[in-house]
Nanobody
Framework: QVQLGESGGGSVQGGGSLRLSCTVS????????MAWFRQAPGKEREGVAA????????YYIDSVKGRFTISRDGAKNSLYLQMNSLKPEDTAMYYC??????????????????????????WGQGTQVTVSS
């Protein structure tokens, strides 16, 4: 059974940094997508960043490009999200998710590609990130 566990959330002032970690256990496939989603109170869940085990180009939502960096360590079955220049609007519960596909599922929403959260089968319990102004 695939299980995910996040850590690294916390409270930080605007402009600060945090690094989220996600450990994946029970995954036997070699080709899968790993992603970070977030959900703020009263808002829809949104995909923040994603990386595939067999592809080199990561995905980022426009609002975090240049500030967040997604990475993975295959040997440790871990996923990371380095978040710099944090803004109050980054405040949310952050979730790690994994999907067994040979690509990361995205869909066109207006003029932007967005991760399709409903296509991810495995989710962590979430870690809270709070950014104060």
């Amino acid at each position: 059974q695939v299980q995910l566990g996040e850590s690294g959330g916390g409270s930080v002032q605007g402009g600060g940094s945090l690094r989220l970690s996600c450990t994946v256990s029970g995954m036997t496939d070699s080709s899968y997508c790993m992603a970070w989603f977030r959900q703020a109170p009263g808002k829809e869940r949104e995909g923040v960043a994603a990386i595939h085990t067999e592809k080199s180009t990561p995905y980022y939502i426009d609002s975090v490009k240049g500030r967040f960096t997604i990475s993975r360590d295959g040997a440790k079955n871990s996923l990371y999200l380095q978040m710099n220049s944090l803004k109050p609007e980054d405040t949310a519960m952050y979730y790690c998710a994994v999907e067994r596909r040979d690509y990361c599922p995205v869909n066109v929403d207006g003029r932007e590609l967005k991760l399709t959260g409903t296509k991810f089968a495995y989710w962590g319990q979430g870690t809270q990130v709070t950014v104060s102004s």
